[in-house]
């Protein structure tokens, strides 16, 4: 059963900061990462999605890389944003569904 | 195009009441699935569709539950009879196909079993 973590589950930054979320799978043999954000009482958007043949997919002050050897994804939000406070889920396919983690919950302090 | 269309937004229900929830998903997509959030277990699937048939509901908790999806463009969740303990937010998502496409989720809906 593929089992999913990130760490931190919460993480407060200054404006201007660079985030770093982490995320970690247990079974490689997946072949894609979505990560997701979820504003508070709303539904998930997706963000990135990486397919297994690339190493990091990037849209705007986003990028994510994935190791499949070492079951990883790092997703980096670069000059964090009050905006970009939120919860940060990733997801790996387990046969058709996704198993997801629990999040990371972003504070940008203005 | 609006994207997965979600109702009812909230919904409160006392114990024993049947509760429908219903899902429209992005036209043209194929797969559908059905999607529990708590914060004791994060986010489950319950069910999947792929061209309207249900293809793994091994996610759903108890008989109360069930789906359906009658045609590609709606699908209901129900509960029946419905329990404290299924207060949840259920979230609908779409992708054009099973696989290597990107899930897109609906707004949820909010539930609330008194």
């Known amino acids: 059963k593929q089992e999913v973590t990130q760490i931190p589950a919460a993480l407060s930054v200054p404006e201007g900061e660079n985030l770093v979320l982490n995320c970690s799978f247990t079974d490689s043999a997946i072949y894609n990462l979505q990560w997701f954000r979820q504003d508070p009482g709303k539904g998930l958007t997706s963000l990135l999605l990486?397919?297994?043949?690339?190493r990091e997919q990037t849209s705007g002050r986003l990028n994510a890389s994935l190791d499949k050897s070492s079951g990883r994804s790092t997703l980096y939000i670069a000059a964090s944003q009050p905006g970009d406070s939120a919860t940060y889920l990733c997801?790996?396919?387990?046969?058709?569904?996704?198993?997801f983690g629990a999040g990371t919950t972003v504070t940008v302090r203005a | 195009d609006a994207g997965v269309i979600q109702s009812p937004r909230h919904e409160v229900t006392e114990m024993g009441q049947e509760v429908t929830l219903r899902c429209k998903p992005i036209?043209?997509?194929?797969?559908l699935f059905w999607y529990r959030q708590t914060m004791m277990r994060g986010l489950e699937l319950l069910i999947y569709f792929n061209n309207n048939v249900p293809i793994d509901d091994s996610g759903m908790p108890e008989d109360r539950f069930s789906a359906k999806m009658p045609n590609a463009s709606f699908s209901t969740l129900k509960i029946q009879p419905s329990e404290p303990r299924d207060s949840a937010v259920y979230f609908c998502?779409?992708?054009?196909?099973?696989?290597?496409?990107?899930?897109?989720f609906g707004p949820g809906t909010r539930l609330l079993v008194l």
């Open positions: 998502a779409s992708s054009l196909r099973l696989g290597k496409e990107t899930q897109y």
């Open positions: 036209s043209g997509h194929n797969s």
């Open positions: 990486i397919q297994s043949s690339q």
């Open positions: 997801a790996v396919p387990n046969d058709y569904k996704l198993s």
